[in-house]
Nanobody, 125 residues
Framework: QVQFVESGGALVQPGGSLRLSCAASGFRVENYHIGWFRQAPGKEREGVSCISSNGGHTFYADSVKGRFTISRDSAKNQVYLQINSLKTEDTGLYYC??????????????????WGQGTQVAVSS
């Protein structure tokens, strides 16, 4: 059974850092593109970052470039999102998923399978 379990979300102050983890089961992360998405209160879900299946491409939304770093640990079958210099607008529920497309310039909103429970990130002073 394909499953994602996201963790690492927390309440942090602006300027702080978090590392989100995405534990995958039922498939190997190196065989699929893996993306991080977020949904802020009252807004649509948006893609923030992805890593291609071969690891050769990463994508970052303009709003997170220079602050977010995606990485993958195939041995642990996990994908991570390091978030630095957090801003209040980073608040939201963060999900990982398998997007249909991930290139250095594109992260598709369409995914294989379904969404997980997500992990909550709240940025507030």
């Amino acid at each position: 059974q394909v499953q994602f379990v996201e963790s690492g979300g927390a309440l942090v102050q602006p300027g702080g850092s978090l590392r989100l983890s995405c534990a995958a089961s039922g498939f190997r992360v190196e065989n699929y593109h893996i993306g991080w998405f977020r949904q802020a209160p009252g807004k649509e879900r948006e893609g923030v970052s992805c890593i291609s299946s071969n690891g050769g491409h990463t994508f970052y939304a303009d709003s997170v470039k220079g602050r977010f770093t995606i990485s993958r640990d195939s041995a642990k079958n996990q994908v991570y999102l390091q978030i630095n210099s957090l801003k209040t607008e980073d608040t939201g529920l963060y999900y990982c998923a398998r997007p249909l497309l991930c290139t250095s310039s594109t992260l598709s909103s369409s995914i294989f399978g379904s969404w997980g429970q997500g992990t909550q990130v709240a940025v507030s002073s």
